[in-house]
């Protein structure tokens, strides 16, 4: 019994021990997934952390220095007293006929520009217009185009005593009298309309695309006319879309700058943005803590109107597109839409050829303005070629696309996939610092960041520096690059990540060979957009750049005011091949992206 009992003995010996050694395997496997799982939790709090940082650095923290700078009765980095004096300068009668101005051209762009961009878009999208696709190319290239070049051609054109379409019409006429003065709150305004009537149709025109055509029918079939119809359904069913748009072309056109300082100031006529400018860059004593308050007013109002926009909209639906398939409704116009074909081509040859034309007449003569023969020359051409000045700002524009671009479209894809693809509580902080930025026009982020460079400390040298100029863009550039990311993600399935990890892929693998793989063409789409916006940034570059720091909107901005406005010439034809060859990237982009959905 004994020799049988031994083996039994030994084996649940055995057996325990074996039990034993696989609860320490159970427990040591326990640990290490709990370790892997706090040191994930740490690395994803420490990237949260640093992220939300980051944003509030280029979002946040130039908004509080322009609020402390409003009191702050000395300039950026000098020792002063707080008072408020800032706000009682800006509380004065000159001031309220400054917003009245800056309201009032704001809302009378607005207005032709919304009709102008609804009739566009309902061209494009809605009607039997030939080469349809063509003329949306055309139509939207003015977008593309800086403002500071169409300025300075206007300026050219539309000069009262040497402007080529008043020099035109003399000499057809036999008059001495000008057609046309750009010197003039009609000046101010039609400049604005050509940006403002391609950044309504860029909203409208997909709208109008989107829209689910029955109730235009039943509209039609219950005996409505088409124009009825038109006013009653299609624009009433759109309300969301042309309010939103128009909204948002108020606020750009209250943060509009190029058009007030080229056209308005010879003119007198001052807005808040040259205000701005002024106070800081046309004065004995720059006038920083008034700046700074101006800034502050132009925030608050901005939010206010953000705040009329929810509220009106609150509690409205306007559902259009249903989960029915359905067929875009195509007007058949008949011999009509050839009217409508040269339509959309006069706005092109408007807005794009004459000012180009301006440009490319310009470049050629020795003085602007006198248009003879014996006048052609090619000195200017060689004038911009050994101008240091133009190669070094090219140089800093290039610099600062490329890199701003891939930052700005870096740290908005990083934004997007926290807000869209992630339920982390801090994801509503991180978005709402990423938006910030659109409610403030580049000048005023231009005076904050001022502000904000001169008070960090001394082993952090920003001021002054080509970092000044590439912080100002990204943070311009961000809720661009968030919007952009945020569509792209919205449209890939959870299910793709799923089945990454499922078959053993990690985090970073899945984000690699899955997210960021499908999502590369709207980056690459949000890059060109964004290196556009780089490029044609002048109200926070000309307040933040320095010597040795400038980009080609400075050097414009400071040729024309020299006199140089043939030089002006040639640098704008080189900056308008760069748009069109990056315009014709970014149309490829979009064909590839199409392709891949």
């Not at 185009?145 to 300026?155: E, G, K, V, Y």
């Not at 748009?245 to 100031?265: K, V």
Request: hydrophobic share 50%; aromatic share 14%; with cysteine.
């Amino acid at each position: 019994m004994a020799e049988m009992s031994q083996p039994t003995h030994t084996a649940t010996f055995q057996g325990r021990s074996g039990g034993y050694h696989r609860d320490s395997a159970e427990v040591r496997t326990v640990w290490t997934d709990i370790s892997d799982h706090l040191a994930g939790r740490l690395g994803r709090n420490i990237g949260l952390t640093l992220l939300i940082l980051f944003l509030g650095f280029l979002t946040l923290y130039p908004t509080l220095m322009l609020l402390y700078g409003s009191f702050h009765s000395a300039p950026p980095g000098s020792v002063g007293e707080f008072n408020l004096d800032g706000y009682r300068t800006m509380l004065n009668a000159e001031n309220f006929k400054i917003l009245l101005n800056s309201v009032g051209i704001s809302i009378a762009k607005t207005i032709p520009s919304l009709t102008l961009a609804i009739l566009l878009a309902w061209i494009v999208a809605r009607t039997d217009t030939p080469f349809a696709g063509t003329l949306e190319v055309l139509v939207t290239l003015p977008f593309f185009i800086p403002p500071i070049l169409t300025a300075l051609a206007w300026s050219m054109l539309g000069n009262k005593q040497v402007g080529l379409i008043n020099q035109v019409w003399q000499w057809a006429t036999g008059t001495d009298y000008a057609i046309v003065n750009v010197y003039s709150y009609g000046g101010v305004v039609w400049h604005m309309m050509q940006y403002s009537t391609v950044f309504l149709f860029l909203f409208i025109v997909d709208a109008f695309r989107a829209m689910d055509p029955a109730l235009e029918e039943s509209s039609r079939m219950s005996g409505a006319t088409r124009w009825y119809t038109f006013r009653r359904i299609t624009l009433i069913l759109m309300t969301p879309v042309l309010l939103a748009s128009f909204m948002l072309s108020l606020i750009r056109g209250i943060e509009a700058f190029e058009s007030p300082l080229f056209f308005g100031t010879p003119a007198g006529i001052t807005v808040i943005t040259t205000e701005i400018y002024n106070s800081i860059n046309h004065r004995a004593t720059p006038d920083y803590q008034y700046a700074t308050a101006l800034s502050i007013g132009i925030v608050v109002l901005m939010f206010l109107l953000v705040l009329v926009q929810w509220k009106i909209l609150a509690g409205k639906s306007y559902a259009t597109v249903t989960g029915k398939g359905y067929r875009v409704n195509v007007t058949k116009l008949g011999p009509w839409k050839w009217v409508t074909f040269a339509f959309c081509i006069l706005f092109f040859l408007v807005t794009v050829v004459l000012p180009v034309g301006q440009l490319f007449i310009g470049s050629f003569f020795k003085f602007f303005g006198f248009y003879q023969w014996d006048m052609l020359t090619l000195s200017n051409y060689t004038a911009v070629w050994q101008n240091n000045e133009f190669w070094r700002a090219l140089r800093n524009t290039m610099l600062l696309g490329l890199f701003g671009a891939t930052a700005t479209m870096v740290l908005g894809g990083v934004v997007a996939y926290v807000g869209v693809r992630t339920q982390f509580k801090s994801r509503r902080v991180i978005d709402a610092l990423a938006w910030l930025p659109w409610m403030m026009p580049g000048m005023v982020l231009g005076v904050g960041f001022l502000w904000a460079f001169a008070m960090l400390p001394g082993p952090i040298p920003i001021y002054g520096t080509i970092w000044a100029l590439l912080l100002a863009y990204m943070a311009l550039g961000t809720p661009i690059a968030v919007r952009v990311m945020s569509a792209s993600y919205a449209q890939l399935s959870f299910d793709l990540e799923e089945c990454s990890r499922v078959h053993g892929a990690s985090w970073w693998q899945t984000l690699w060979r899955i997210l960021i793989a499908l999502a590369w063409p709207a980056f690459a789409v949000g890059w060109v957009l964004t290196f556009f916006g780089i490029m044609r940034e002048l109200s926070a570059s000309i307040l933040l750049y320095s010597v040795g720091s400038e980009v080609l909107s400075v050097v414009l901005l400071k040729l024309w005011t020299n006199g140089k406005a043939e030089e002006v010439c040639v640098i704008g034809l080189f900056m308008m091949l760069l748009v069109i060859l990056f315009r014709y990237v970014h149309l490829q982009l979009i064909k590839r992206r199409i392709s891949t959905l």
